[in-house]
């Protein structure tokens, strides 16, 4: 029986050793653990982030997306304003056509040309007479600058009324 003794030792001794692989080996689990939950916590946090960006750009997408439809509905609604004037604009060119006040500019336009005609033969006549009589040289050139003076004011009524007519100047005083 003694050999028991020496073998209960050798257990004994045995036994303290492999004490030092549990603790190493429940040190590796915690580190194993920390750095596990370390990686978790690590890509939650880029996940959390990410998401809250992706939350961000929808909401500006949303935002957007509403500004773009205002501005949609308002181009409808002043195109349909635009339809409208444009209507009412071919009505009115009608109106103006057929109105008495544009029959009114066309008479008056015709009676500054008949003015024009009558003041250009009047000269020439007087040109004529004081061809025709003696020392008739100075009350000639006395009327003809006044004829002339007569003649630009017509020309410029005319002028005037064209404008007032269809917005476009005489073509002859230019």
Avoid at 9 to 18: D, L, R, S, V
Avoid at 131 to 156: F, H, M, V
Wanted: glycine share 2%; aromatic share 6%.
């Amino acid at each position: 029986m003694p050999s028991k003794p020496n073998d209960e030792k050798k257990i004994q001794e045995e036994m303290p050793k492999p004490k030092k692989k549990p603790i190493m080996l429940i040190i590796a689990f915690f580190l194993c653990f920390i750095f596990s939950v370390a990686a978790s916590s690590g890509v939650t946090y880029f996940l959390v982030q990410s998401s809250k960006e992706d939350v961000l750009v929808t909401e500006k997408i949303t935002e957007q997306s509403a500004v773009l439809s205002n501005f949609e509905q308002s181009l409808s609604k002043q195109d349909a304003k635009i339809k409208a004037i444009e209507e009412q604009n071919d009505v009115l060119k009608l109106y103006l056509r057929h109105s008495s006040a544009t029959a009114l500019k066309n008479i008056l336009v015709d009676q500054e040309r008949n003015i024009q005609a009558f003041l250009k033969v009047m000269k020439s006549a007087m040109g004529d007479l004081a061809a025709l009589s003696p020392r008739t040289t100075d009350w000639n050139d006395e009327y003809q600058y006044q004829l002339d003076l007569a003649l630009k004011g017509s020309i410029e009524r005319e002028d005037l009324l064209k404008l007032l007519k269809t917005g476009e100047p005489n073509e002859k005083s230019q």
